[in-house]
Each structure stands twice: as structure tokens, then as C-alpha cells.
């Protein structure tokens, strides 16, 4: 086993702008385990090659194309970034979702990027230009919490917060089938690497096997106690002659990363067997992904750490601790020795694990300094028209200066600014200019979230400081016409829970409304 220690950190150069540093750490290896069969990897060294800073809120997917990596975050955003020197896409952020995003996978050719959000869409990206290619709403309008495609097809399946399989063919945006778990969420879904079949896993903690069709193969009860969080299928398949085999990595509310063998043939069905249960994490893990050649499976935790495993002898290889706090997300790229992990920490870390034979001379360069995403004045409602007018010439809009100025546009119509009414009423007739401009706005309202907000002043639903707070059934506070408008498009379940609302009776939070109108009195 081993562990890191140490922190990476980041220098800044001029207001808004973040440079990465690498930091690199030697691993010193532990007593080679009795139980270690073969020659062991010659893994000797970690490197941090950059921390990604860009979301507002917590980052709850990874996912690596051959030259892309993308996250996607509660912010209700998804960035993307080149794999190679991990510069932001001249597209990116991609705003779409009107809620938390919460998966986000790339197609087998990697020309489309699909995410999931709570507002009940799932949304093919184009990677040529970042447009939409597709908008496939849930059926039931419920939360999609997982999205995957199937290897060598244009197949997706989607996994929602009500107990739904959506099988779509994202080309023609049509459904082609539904499944049903039963009353839990669907909160895990892989595909196998010959694309037949999928496992899936639930809140419940069970793992089923589906066929392509969604019909159901296999059950394992209880396969993680208190609820499954995660599950990948290993990239290889395996046969002996009469029988195919795959490793399934899964993981959970129990504190345990699994590794399974899925075994297919044809007279006797489909069989799932367990290999290795891993407790090298002290915490609920959130996440688990198998390498390129299925040699590793790394796990992200509540514990705030990354674990690295041999998959075939279920031995712990190395601990990295750098996030500061939950581990959300990990992914491994498919073409080089780089793993990416996202947290609640609202970070991406990248890490490069070298072979025994690198040199220092060989080790990783430094990613050239690039912009973060600037935090800015949180309360932009309070901008004079000249500050609206300076942020403009900051953000590279300086042709809209004049027109604003006409206009009489302050922070609060800033915040308010449609895409009819810049064409209708300001006359921007620039399309590029226009969705620019939106972006930017869009950015400006997530920003609050990096700017040391207190999390409860927060609508949940929203992301943005509550003007009037309610209390709902669930327990939790909302922005009013947040809520109202949730509960009348969602069959009434809690954006929190899922759960159904006892009632939709609504409290005003006057204590939280006065709080937060103290907090910022204190930032004039």
C-alpha cells in the first residue's frame, strides 16, 4: 500500500486568472503482499499533473474521450477540455441544463458528449462546434441521474430517479424501450465492451444484468448494503470456449469497492460471481473506474481519498490524498496513464502514474497557466451601469458597451437579459455575440458559489442566494418560485430526497431571509 502527502498549490498572476502548478510524488512501496502472485507492477511514482478549478459547485462526473476529458458539475454546467494540455475547449462551458448535472459520457467515436441532469433531459453534445444534437426527455419527467452509451452503437441508455430505463437511439431521438427497478433510483449503469449487455445499479443496493433490449438477465440482492453508488464494466472480455466472462467493478453506501465476474453462456444464462470485496476506504465510496487494459480499478470516497487497485489480485496500490472533500468522480483515460477525479471540493485533479523506468527528465511539464473562471463582484444585482459597463470590456464584450449604456442596463437587468430580448429590444443582431453574452451572464450567476456564500443561503434547486426563502414539506429551504415550479412539473417529489411530498403547503423562512439580508449587508 501506499499513500500520499503533501498538498498541490496555485499561484495567481493578475486579478481572475489561475496558474496550475504540477507537483510531483515519489511513492515508497509497501512489503510486497503474501498473497501477490506474478511479477509485480512497476509502478513507482504518481504525478499531479494540474488541478482544474473552473465549476462553482461540486463536480459530480468525469469522463475521458481519446483527446477530450470532460466534467460536468451542480453547477449545471459541462466543461470540456483537451486531454492534451487540459486548455478549456474554445466552446466550453456547455449550458443547457436548467438543473445539477449529474453523468456525462462520451460516444464511442467521441464526435458527441451526452449528459443527464435533474431536469429530467438527457443532452447529445456535438464535440465538432459544442451545439445540441439532441434534447431526449425522461419519460415521467423524472431526475436522469445516469447516462452511458453502448460501445459500437448509437444506442444511450438513461437511468432516473424514479426506477426507469430509457433505451434511445439518439440519432432519430427516438425511445425504443423502458424498463422499471421498482420504487429506487437508478443511479449506476455500464455497458459491457461488446455493447450486448448492461449492468445497472440502485439506491437499494441491488445490481441487475439487462440484455440490450432491457430485458432483465440477472438480480443480485443486496449487492452493496444501504445502496449502490456506482458500477464500470472492465474494458476486455475474457472466453474460455464455451463461456464469455467480464469483470464488473461496483461500489457503495457500505464503504466497499467490489469486483464481480459476469459470466455468459448461452444454455445456462447469465451469472454474476463475486472475486475480491476491497476496504482500503474508510468512507461510502462514490465512484470506481477500470483502466484501459483492465490491469487498475480506481474508487473515490467520502474519506476525501483516491484509491488505486491491482483488479486481478484486489490489492491496494496507492492512496492519493489531495481533495478536501468528498471524491465524486474518477475516470481513466483510454489512451495514456492518466487518471482524472472530481470532488465537492469543486476541483478536477489530474494524475499520471509512471512506470518504474521514467527519469526525472521524463517527467510531466508544468500545463501553461490558464484562466480559472474568475470570481467576480457577488452581487452583480447591485452593479451600477458602470460596473456592468467595465465587467463587458473584462469579459472581451466591448462592443456592447455603447448599446448598454443607451439602455440603461444595470447588474439587476444584466442578471435578467434573455435571448429575445436582445434581439427584440437591445438589436443584437450577432448570433455569436448574443450566445456569448448569455454564457457569460450565466457564469456571473454561478460565480456566487466560489465566493465564499454560505451553502445554506443557496437555493438548492437554483444555485443562487434565496430572495424568498420557503420551507417545504421535505424539510429543506427553497426559492420560492423555484419550488412552486418544481413541484408543478415533478409529481410533486423533493428536489433534495426524490421522495414524495406530504403536502405542497409552502412556509416562508423569515429567520433565513433576514440572515441572509444581514450577510450582505456586510459585503457593501
Known amino acids: 500500500m501506499y499513500s500520499l502527502k503533501g498538498s498541490a498549490w496555485a499561484s495567481r498572476k493578475g486579478p481572475g486568472r489561475r496558474h496550475v502548478t504540477v507537483l510531483h510524488r515519489n511513492i515508497e512501496p509497501a512489503n510486497r503482499d503474501p498473497r501477490a502472485k506474478g511479477p509485480r507492477r ?24 481519446l483527446g477530450l476529458l470532460a466534467t460536468c458539475s451542480t453547477d449545471k454546467t459541462v466543461r470540456v477540455y483537451s486531454a492534451a494540455d487540459f486548455s478549456e475547449l474554445p466552446f ?15 460516444s464511442p467515436c467521441g464526435r458527441f458528449l451526452a449528459s443527464c441532469s435533474t431536469d429530467a433531459t438527457t443532452i447529445v453534445w456535438s464535440m465538432d462546434s459544442g451545439d445540441m ?59 459491457t465492451p461488446c455493447g450486448q449487455m448492461l449492468a445497472t445499479g440502485s439506491t437499494y443496493g441491488d445490481l441487475r444484468l439487462w440484455d440490450l433490449y432491457l430485458n432483465q438477465l440477472h438480480v443480485m440482492k443486496n449487492a452493496h448494503d ?26 457503495g453506501q457500505d464503504s466497499l469497492l467490489k469486483i464481480w465476474t459476469v459470466l455468459w453462456h448461452r444454455p445456462a444464462g447469465c451469472k454474476l460471481r463475486l472475486l475480491h470485496t476491497l476496504a482500503g476506504q474508510s468512507a461510502p465510496v462514490l465512484s470506481c473506474a477500470f483502466s484501459a487494459d483492465g490491469q487498475l480499478l480506481v474508487s473515490g470516497s467520502v474519506d476525501k481519498t483516491v484509491a488505486v487497485y491491482d483488479a486481478h489480485q484486489g490489492l491496494l496500490l496507492y492512496t492519493l490524498k489531495q481533495h478536501e472533500r468528498y471524491v465524486t468522480a474518477c475516470a481513466f483515460s483510454p489512451k495514456t496513464a492518466l487518471i482524472a477525479t472530481g470532488s465537492m471540493d469543486k476541483t478536477v485533479n489530474v494524475w499520471r502514474l509512471l512506470d518504474g523506468s ?51 442596463i444595470d447588474g ?20 455569436g ?36 426563502p420557503v420551507i417545504a414539506a421535505d424539510g429543506f429551504s427553497y426559492e420560492k418560485d423555484a419550488i412552486e415550479g418544481w413541484i ?5 417529489s423533493s428536489p433534495m430526497t426524490n421522495l414524495p411530498l406530504q403536502t405542497t403547503v409552502l412556509t416562508p423562512n423569515r429567520t433565513l431571509k433576514l440572515a441572509i439580508g444581514r450577510w450582505k449587508a456586510t459585503q457593501l
Not at 444501504?226 to 461500489?251: K, T
Not at 444585482?381 to 443607451?406: H, I, P, Q, R, Y
Not at 439587476?412 to 448570433?431: F, I, M, R
Not at 408543478?488 to 410533486?492: A, E, F, K, L
Open 42 to 65: 512497476a509502478v513507482k511514482m504518481v504525478s499531479l499533473v494540474c488541478t482544474l478549478q473552473d465549476h462553482r459547485d461540486d463536480v459530480n462526473w468525469c469522463a475521458f474521450s
Open 92 to 106: 466550453s462551458p456547455l449550458v443547457g441544463h436548467g438543473y445539477a448535472v449529474h453523468c456525462c459520457c462520451f
Open 133 to 191: 444534437a439532441a434534447v431526449l426527455e425522461h419519460p415521467g419527467r423524472s431526475p436522469v441521474r445516469v447516462c452511458t452509451f453502448a460501445p459500437g452503437s448509437s444506442y444511450l441508455v438513461s437511468g432516473a430517479s424514479d426506477g426507469t430505463l430509457a433505451l434511445w437511439d439518439f440519432q432519430s431521438k427516438a425511445i425504443l424501450k423502458t424498463a422499471t427497478v421498482g420504487e429506487t433510483a437508478v443511479v449506476a449503469c455500464s455497458f
Open 226 to 251: 444501504l445502496g449502490v453508488a456506482c458500477c464500470h464494466f472492465a474494458p476486455q472480455i475474457q472466453s474460455d470456449g464455451q463461456s464469455v466472462h467480464f469483470l464488473l467493478g461496483s461500489c
Open 358 to 408: 521514467s527519469e526525472h527528465g521524463n517527467e510531466e511539464k508544468a500545463v501553461p497557466g490558464r484562466r480559472s473562471g474568475g470570481c467576480v463582484n457577488l452581487l452583480a444585482s447591485d452593479w451600477s451601469e458602470d460596473d456592468v459597463s467595465a465587467w463587458l470590456c473584462e469579459e472581451g464584450l466591448d462592443a456592447l458597451v455603447s448599446t448598454f449604456k443607451a439602455n440603461n
Open 412 to 431: 439587476a437587468e444584466l442578471l435578467g437579459l434573455t435571448k429575445e430580448t436582445l434581439t427584440t429590444e437591445l438589436k443584437v443582431d450577432s448570433l
Open 433 to 468: 455575440l448574443r450566445n456569448k453574452l448569455l454564457r457569460k451572464v450565466e457564469e456571473l450567476k454561478m460565480s456566487m458559489v466560489c465566493t465564499g456564500v454560505p451553502d445554506e443561503f443557496l437555493c438548492p434547486i437554483t444555485r443562487e442566494i434565496m430572495t424568498d
Open 488 to 492: 408543478s412539473s415533478r409529481n410533486r
